[in-house]
C-alpha cells in the first residue's frame, strides 16, 4: 500500500496579513521610542558642551577683571573672544541643530552650518537686562553691546550665561531672538531636546530649562520658558532698567522703562499665546 504524503499547510493570505498588521504596530510604537532615545542621546552631547563652555567663559572673565564677554564689539560677536578659551569651534555646535541657511559669516569655520548656542543679552534683545549693557556706539561708531561686571549679577548661579538657539548670526538667546530662525506658527512639541534647553550659568554650571514657542501680540514669534520663574534667569537683575533713551518700538515690550522682571510679567500676563 503506497504511503501517503503528508499535506504541508502554508499560512493563508488573512494569516499574513495579520502578521503584516502586527508588526507594523509594534514597528509604530517602537519607532517613537528609538527617535527619542537618540534626541536624549543629542541633548545629553550638547549639555556636555554647555558644561565645557560654560568653564571657558568663566576663564574668560577671571581674566578680564571679572567683566562678562561682551555681545558685540566692532571685532565680532561674543563668540569669538570665547573661541579663544574653547579653540574647538565643534564645540559650538549643537547635535540637533543641522541648519545652514544664513549661516556662512566668514569668521567661523565650521560653516555652512549654525552654531547651536546663543548668548544672554537679556530677556528681551538690547535692553541690556542680561550680561552685556544696552546697546551702544563706541568711538568709531560700530555697534556695541559691552559686557557688565559679575558683580551687577544679583545671583550668577540663577543667570543663564549662554544655550540652546535658533538664532544667527548674532546668536542670542534673547527670547525675540532664541527662535529667530524657525517659521511663524511653529509647534511648542518641535522645539530641539523635545523642549529641554540646555544653558550654561553665570556661575559655569549648566543644565536644562524647559521652553515654548509663542505670539507675542503686535510682534510675532517668541520662545518663552514654561515656568515664570524660569523666565527670571534671563535678568542679571530683576530691578534693571534699560538705558536712558531706549525706545520699546519694534521689540515685545510695553514701554522703554520696564525692568526686566516687569518684562517677563508682560509676558505671562496674556500677551503671549502659547503655541501646543
Known amino acids: 500500500m503506497p504511503r501517503r504524503t503528508p499535506m504541508v499547510r502554508g499560512f493563508t493570505l488573512i494569516e499574513l496579513l495579520v502578521v503584516i498588521a502586527i508588526i507594523a504596530i509594534i514597528a509604530a510604537i517602537l519607532f517613537p521610542v528609538f527617535a527619542q532615545a537618540r534626541e536624549k542621546a543629542r541633548a545629553m552631547s550638547c549639555l556636555s558642551n554647555m558644561k565645557q563652555a560654560g568653564l571657558a567663559w568663566s576663564m574668560y572673565t577671571q581674566d578680564y577683571d571679572e567683566t562678562t564677554l561682551p555681545q558685540l564689539t566692532g571685532a565680532g560677536y561674543w563668540y569669538l573672544p570665547l573661541q579663544a578659551y574653547v579653540k574647538n569651534w565643534n564645540m559650538m555646535l549643537c547635535p540637533s541643530r543641522s541648519d545652514t541657511a544664513g549661516c556662512q559669516d566668514g569668521s567661523i569655520p565650521v560653516s555652512p552650518r549654525c552654531l547651536g548656542y546663543g548668548y544672554n543679552d537679556g530677556f528681551v534683545s538690547d535692553t541690556g537686562y542680561g550680561l552685556s549693557y544696552t546697546q551702544t556706539k563706541d568711538l568709531r561708531g560700530n555697534t556695541l553691546r559691552p559686557g557688565r561686571s559679575l558683580a551687577a549679577i544679583t545671583t550668577p548661579a540663577d543667570c543663564v550665561a549662554f544655550g540652546d538657539t535658533y538664532d544667527n548670526p548674532g546668536y542670542s538667546i534673547a527670547m525675540d531672538n532664541i527662535l529667530s530662525r524657525l517659521p ?93
Request: glycine share 14%; with cysteine; charged share 15%.
Open 184 to 276: 511663524k506658527g511653529v509647534s511648542s512639541g518641535g522645539l530641539r531636546h523635545m523642549q529641554n534647553f540646555n544653558f550654561a550659568f553665570a556661575d559655569g554650571h549648566a543644565k536644562n530649562i524647559r521652553m515654548q514657542a509663542g505670539e507675542y501680540s503686535g510682534f510675532g514669534l517668541v520662545g518663552i520658558p514654561a515656568s515664570p520663574t524660569d523666565a527670571l534667569k534671563w535678568c542679571s537683575d530683576p530691578n534693571i532698567v534699560p538705558a536712558a533713551g531706549f525706545k520699546a518700538s519694534g521689540y515685545p515690550l510695553q514701554s522703554g522703562m520696564e525692568t526686566c522682571a516687569q518684562a517677563v510679567a508682560g509676558f505671562y500676563s496674556g500677551r503671549v499665546s502659547v503655541n501646543p
